[in-house]
């Protein structure tokens, strides 16, 4: 069994089903509203957990209720934990989501305790892979980067500016269309893979500027793409750590990210093993 680490964020997520998503400066109504556990270091965790590795997480979250709901299901998951600060002076993180019928969302993060997890404070882990993604301070990715030693995974998601040391050390890239238009030329700096999503219409990886895997995935119903690119992050990293080749594993990620979509929320979506191997 391979043993992965994820470094990143805890959020508690407040989601709002509607008929169709605000334009800027519109009201919508009728809405729906659930909290599910969120953020995406921890759904990248407990989706590499459901998918058969050993994960543990670290990451931040406040000395309030909404950590404690927050962190339900990587407890019920078997989700490593000892790894994980509880700030003093910040609230758990919380994201606000809107999503439409289509399954298209509107996410807006206050990431909250997740700044807390600071380069100072992180202890980088031992394991066969290391996931990081950018809801936790940038500069936290940037030691792990240099200082961890196994197949490094970075999500590029949100899209912010990083620093070139991550993308040079990445043995994986993944951005969605939006990132990869918004990095730019800056992703030639990536010696290693480079798996961009398009949504419904696949997912490529890339290496030295030549496709070496696309695939699309299977047709769902959406019910909810919120941590679609979580699953799928977390499903290209285990596949690649269990040795598949880098078309196996484009495969097996894009089922799993389908799958994330067939359900309402981040976590509850997540599939095991099983289901992905289902709609491979
Ligand atoms: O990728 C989906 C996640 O983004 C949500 O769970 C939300 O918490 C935001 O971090």
Redesign the pocket.
Known sequence: MSNIAVIG?V?L?LVATVKKLPAPGETVTDAVLNR?P???GA?QALAAKRLGADVRLIGCVGDDAAAEEALALLRDGGVGLDDLRVAADAPT?T?L?AVAPSGENH?V?APGANRSLTPEVLSVPAADALICQL?VPTETVARAAAEFDGFFCVNL?PAKQVDVTVLQRADLVIVNEIESAWYGESLNACPGMIATTVGAAGATISKGGEDIAVAKPPRIEAVDT??A??TFTAALTVALVEGQSPQQALEFACAAGAAACTKLG?QPSLPNRDQVMALV
């Open positions: 964020s959020n997520d599910f969120g953020g995406k759904n993180g994201a989501i996410i993060v809801e998601a919120t941590a690119g979580d981040a």
